[in-house]
């Protein structure tokens, strides 16, 4: 069982969701809009820090944690209502998603940042950084996550779950997975 740091047993209920079950962009990815017609207006764009960006004749819109189909429409409700195009068709695509990276420290052998695929695991996650070093120890693993707002801990149980006899722990964007290396 995945324990949380902060006493509880508990496996955080987001867990059961697949670690890239949304496609939405976030602070520090890019994109390129496509405005039909407009080349002024087309290009490549990336979400600051407060989660928005700055079109042109528009001004800074908010565009954090929307999918690219939510951004298009966006960005055609801007230029309709600023009265710049009548009847603007936009297309977004995403380029880099650095949102959507996992950070693996510690004991491992390739310490560094990852990016995340679907459904992605902490044992993969560990097996892409290289794998646990001999002096890792593993089963005092934890994840740090960002749970409404708030950092949370996990333990998690490396070995037991490289056994078989836990279940894996799904990873989310933004996850922190740390490997302590063993006392003796």
């Known amino acids: 069982m995945l ?8 496996t955080p209920a987001a867990n059961t969701v697949a670690g890239l079950s949304d496609s939405t962009l976030d602070a520090g990815d890019s994109f390129e809009v496509s405005v039909y017609g407009q080349e002024d207006l087309s290009g490549k764009y990336r979400i600051d820090a407060d989660g928005r960006i700055n079109f042109p004749l528009v ?5 954090a944690t929307l999918s690219p189909t939510e951004i298009a429409l966006v960005l055609q409700d801007a230029l309709r209502e600023k009265q710049i195009l009548r009847d603007p068709h936009v297309s977004v695509f995403p380029l880099e998603q650095q949102s959507r990276q996992v950070s693996v420290m510690g004991a491992v052998d390739k310490p560094g940042s990852y990016p995340l695929a679907p459904n992605m695991t902490v044992i993969k996650a560990i097996s892409v950084a290289g794998g646990l070093t001999p002096l890792a120890s ?5 994840i740090t996550r960002r749970v409404d707002g708030q950092l949370e801990r996990f333990k998690v149980p490396v070995s037991s779950i490289s056994e078989g006899k836990e279940p894996d722990f799904v990873l989310q964007k933004g996850d922190i997975i740390f490997v302590p290396e063993r006392v003796f």
Do not use: E, R
């Open 138 to 142: 593993g089963d005092n693993t934890i």
């Open 3 to 10: 324990a949380s740091c902060s006493g509880g047993s508990t």
């Open 59 to 63: 001004g800074l819109v908010s565009v």
